[in-house]
RNA sequence: GCGGACGUGGCGAAAUUGGCAGACGCGCGAGACUUAGGAUCUCGUGCCGCAAGGCGUGGGGGUUCGAGUCCCCCCGUCCGCACCA
């Protein structure tokens, strides 16, 4: 048998063991082999949608991050739950079915097959018994199950709005889904469209959305992007009287102080007070109408263009005045930078402190009225600009002369004593759009009744099975293809009458991540969706680890149904997440040529360092770049654990930089993590002979006091061990990497002063890393058990330490010189040796200062 | 435009509270062992300079005995949001 490093049948032989003996799997409370005496740990991934090109090295980062955790949880004596699954339902899976030519159904479990294949040739430690599909009906009986919960909290409602439609997709999107009036899936344009559709109340939580991320440690600008897409803002609402008319036209304002500035006001295209236009302005409202319409959503909110509208006709009355005072007669007039699903969908405008009123009223030569007067310094109207801050109202009667903040709570007060104003929280998070006209998805679990009504499926009839479809593809006319599945949707009664239809939408993609954490806990269960024992024990998710690109949707969604299941009971945190990280993108070099364009990398030749296109010879610019299939830059980690290995993929993906940055992929630098797994081996195996250890390890040494070169190692170990514990803070894991390269460089230059017990807990340290040639290596010091529940070596400060200090000396903060001294050496006694130290620096001179900072430095000040 | 993150050698990157800038690795150079080397080992490697020394953390100012780190201004990159009244 040879000895020498065979990554292939190492790694081979660890995986097939911890698979065979389900090494990771972790029993939940109540059975056997469950230890209660220990603390628990849940760390999750998000989990993958898994599409038909497979794993790329960039969706490892976060995996093998996790992974390390979880490994080293386990060694310091914690339940580990560290699970995986599939987020199978929706949009992409579906998209990637019809262009393969496939059943969704078959593409998932093909895909499903080699992201498990994947992620188990990594060496990734799930507990695979707790594998979740979201398609399974197993699984999505029990989204329909919370579905009903929502429904009977009256938090699911059907209502026809406009909502984004997008023709290529033949499907409503939610406003998340939707960029710049184009889909987020494909780039496809997406239009307006009034649509009935099942939505889901989420701005009953916005409050609690916004205020409960305070108490989770997540990354601010994470918070920070939540708290922007709720959207708080604090102001009031103020009725204006039509004039002709009994009609109250409202509006939501943050600046009611700003009420004797408002000198016209403003609805949106789709505001119902244009109904009661005059025929004398009617065509000419109906064709701005129409034109709004048509525009492109992106053609709508385009900021550099020229704001357009047009006057109604009709007139307003501001309640500021006495009626019949004509500084209250206000014209009305229609214009699309007013949203029709923010506020109340209009505005009364203040063009002397609004600069979007400002321009409007520039550009159509209304009336423009100074009511704050800036603070001293800051420039105003009086200097031709439009003022939007704080500052003390002018101009305006009972609250002249208060600071803004005063003059808004006593426009509050003025208007509510008079019935025509109130203060109003306005959010502009939307409730979220549920439906879409697609078959991937989880059907709804509710029938529609001859007589109109809805009603909910009986739990007992949970779930309600999405029926196969030989054609499954969205229809041209948007109606969701599962009304065409006949059988499935009408049911009959005895006497074969139709009793009811059922509900011929789906889920979106989200739905089945909103609680998946959960089912998590305990995958098993028949009877309910998770115990309440598990909850209990399991939850929260003590970290969870993603891309920072579900900031808003993903994460906010599964926060609202965790939310809704606290008010139910069935879950005892308020907030789903405690610890929120997320993992850097990956990069990818790829090549530009001069007009910019990008060349696919297999087009691409090395010249020294030069970069050329094959064939044309053109030369290319290396840039940087996500990993993209069409660029051929994507990295397949199938081709890398090959060739290196995957204990060798898995310490460069943590060497390349810290988890949480983007940092690009070089496939040259991996050879540096290679050298060091060999290292590793050779340092306790030599290749050349036939025994399992080198022979001064195949024996316990005596248990001496330490000393020389074995001493010199114990510390430089607790160094290692010191700095690979201090790297999980921050999850800087190439820090921990760099240690433990460091401790083999030393113990390479001394072979033989190596002790069996420092080799042992070497190992040890680097398996959650590294962890299959670490089981190898634990097995050929003679255990039988695998390493992955031994206790994590403690550091012990006494090896901290040096008996002596090298002290850098400075003359005037430059660098000078360095003196070694004994460790706890007086101060005059490092100052005298510093002195001496950098003589030539300090002749001629006096010295003004001495800064001393005890073992750091010494710095003399000289003139 | 607003909000957030960031900018350090040829490359990926290190650097408790302000205290030796560039750890660790890639690449590169020299040497050793070799029939050979995409193996291994040793030494070197921020820039300028023969050297002494000087200069260096995007640029400019400031605070300090001392600044990659703190403050002000500017430039650039990436990521969100985008007329939200």
Known sequence: MSNAYDHTAIETRWRKHWEETALFRVANP????FDAKRPKYYVLDMF?????????VGHLVGYVGTDVVARKKRMEGCNVLHPMGWDAFGLPAEQHAIATGRQPRDANAVNTANYRRQLKLVGLSYDWSREIDTSDPRYYKWTQWIFKRLYERGLAYQAEVPVWWCEELKTVLANEEVINGRSERGNHPCVRRPLKQWMLKITAYAERLLADLDGIDWPES?????????????????EFGVEGSADRLVVFTTRPDTLWGATFMVVAPEHALLARVPASHRAAVDAYVAAAAAKSELERTDLAKEKTGVFTGLYAHNPAFEPGDPRGRVPIWTADYVMAGYGTGAIMAVPGHDERDHE????????????VRPPAGEKGLADGVCFSGDGVAVNSGPIEGLATAAAKQKAIELLAARGVGKARVTYKLRDWLFSRQRYWGEPFPLLHLPDGRIVVVDDAALPVELPAMDDFKPAGDGSAPLARAKHWVEIRDAHGALAA???TDT??????SCWYWLRFMDPANASAPWSHAAETYWGPVDLYVGGAAHAVMHL?????WHKVLFDLGLVHTKEPFQRLFNQGLLTAFAYQDATGRLVPN????????KYFKRGSGEELTQIVTKMAKQLGNVVNPDDIVAEHGADTLRLYELFMGPLADSKPWNTRDISGSRRFVERVWRLVVDPDSRDALRPHLAVDQARAELSGDALELEKQLHRAIARVDASFGSFNFNTAIAALMTFVNEASKRPQALTRSQAERFVLVLSPFAPHVAEELWARFGHERSLAYEPWPAVDARFLEDDTIEIPVQVLGKLRGKVVVPKGAAEAEIVAAARAAVPTWLEGKTVVKTIVVPAKLVNFVVR
């Open 360 to 371: 409007f009223a520039t550009r159509f030569a209304l009336p423009i009225l100074e009511v």
């Open 222 to 238: 994470i918070k920070t992007q939540q708290r922007e897409w709720i959207g708080k803002s604090e102001g009031a609402e103020v």
């Open 48 to 56: 993958p949608y898994p599409s038909g090109s497979g794993l790329h």
């Open 30 to 33: 109540g059975e056997p082999g």
């Open 501 to 503: 239809r059922r509900d």
């Open 507 to 512: 889920m979106p993609g989200w739905a089945g």
């Open 602 to 609: 297999a087009d691409v030749e090395d010249r020294d360092g």
């Open 556 to 560: 906010l969604y599964a926060r609202f």
